[in-house]
């Protein structure tokens, strides 16, 4: 038998699961000490673990630099498959963690870094206390986890969800304006026009103007230059407007609680957002997942009405 028909048979060997997650970790980390630290292995196991998921599949899969190790092409094209075989395993987990008619075992939920981190805590403190044998995960991401490839049970997003196989629903709308620290227009003056925060720290987008782009208009009048104060973080935008490091955009319903933050030009600059709430449609069935999908849309839709009284003045 020839040398490459050994090497083809080998290329076609399915490696297993414990392989590609190894891999993908080190994808991840970019060394193998960082990897077996996460995996919670030793780091020569993690290396065996690459030179056997190589050899299965008759590719190189990483370089070393000084950076640490790089990911060749083949291996990048590997990643999304490895991604989705992760996913799996995950909610595999998940399913198995509890009966589906009982409220025992994991939900994971993902929503964007504002809401996950500034939103959701109290309203999924208040279900832990109602449901303490429910365990909670949850992913922080702006781009929309997927729930068809379950990488989450349930997604809180603010724009609407257009997969066929789930179950969604329109929580309402979110109002966000302009808001500054008391102490910053107390040194810096108040603007009274929109040309007038050209003399202003503006807090903005860095590389990333996804959300900037969803304000509509405003988007238009402003560009990455003017901002004094660039992340591509909203909670650490959100962090630099209450130490007043300038003036920012910020959730009304946000504000309320914080009497140390000023509405700025709330009649030029107000616009609103969706929030949605969707699930698999699979999963309407699980008792866990089910209660804390009626316990958020209760809450977030409790958080809106608290901007729309304060949009409204009542």
Same mark, same amino acid.
């Given at each position: ?65 000084p ?37 025992? #075992? ?32 949850l ?21 609407r ?15 966000? #304006?302009?808001?500054?620290h ?21 807090i ?25 104060f ?15 490091? #300038? ?35 699979n ?32």
């Open positions: 038998m020839c040398c490459l028909d050994i090497h083809f048979r080998m290329a076609q060997r399915e490696p297993s699961w414990e392989l590609l997650r190894t891999f993908l970790e080190v994808v991840r980390d970019g060394s193998l000490s960082g990897a077996a630290r996460r995996l919670g292995l030793t780091q020569p196991t993690v290396g065996r673990h690459v030179d056997a998921l190589e050899a299965d599949l008759g590719l190189p899969l990483f370089t070393r630099s950076r640490g190790l790089i990911p060749t092409s083949a291996a990048l094209d590997l990643v999304p498959h490895a991604e989705s075989m992760a996913a799996a395993s995950a909610a595999l987990r998940r399913a198995a963690s509890g009966e589906a008619a009982t409220d025992r #075992g994991t939900v994971r939920i993902t929503a964007s870094e504002i809401i996950g981190c500034e939103v959701l805590p109290t309203i999924l403190s208040a279900f832990r206390r109602k449901h303490p044998h429910i365990e909670l995960e992913a922080l991401s702006n781009r929309n986890e997927d729930l068809l490839r379950r990488e989450a049970d349930i997604a809180v997003r603010m724009n969800p257009t997969q066929n196989a789930l179950v969604t629903r329109r929580i309402g709308k979110t109002v966000i #304006g302009l808001y500054a008391e102490d910053y227009l107390a040194e810096f003056g108040t603007p009274k026009s929109i040309t007038e925060l050209d003399g202003h720290c503006l903005g987008f860095d590389r990333d103007d996804r959300s900037f782009r969803s304000v509509g208009s405003l988007a238009t009048q402003i560009a990455r230059g003017q901002f004094g660039r992340c591509d973080s909203d909670p650490a935008q959100f962090a630099a407007l209450r130490a007043g490091m #300038g003036i920012g955009a910020c959730q009304l319903s946000l504000a309320l609680s914080r009497p140390e933050l000023v509405p700025v030009l709330p009649k030029e600059v107000r616009f609103a957002l969706d929030i949605w709430l969707a699930m698999h449609g999963l309407r069935a699980t008792r866990r997942v089910r209660l804390l999908f009626e316990h958020l849309a209760d809450a977030l839709k409790s958080y809106i009405r608290t901007g729309q009284r304060l949009s409204s003045g009542g």
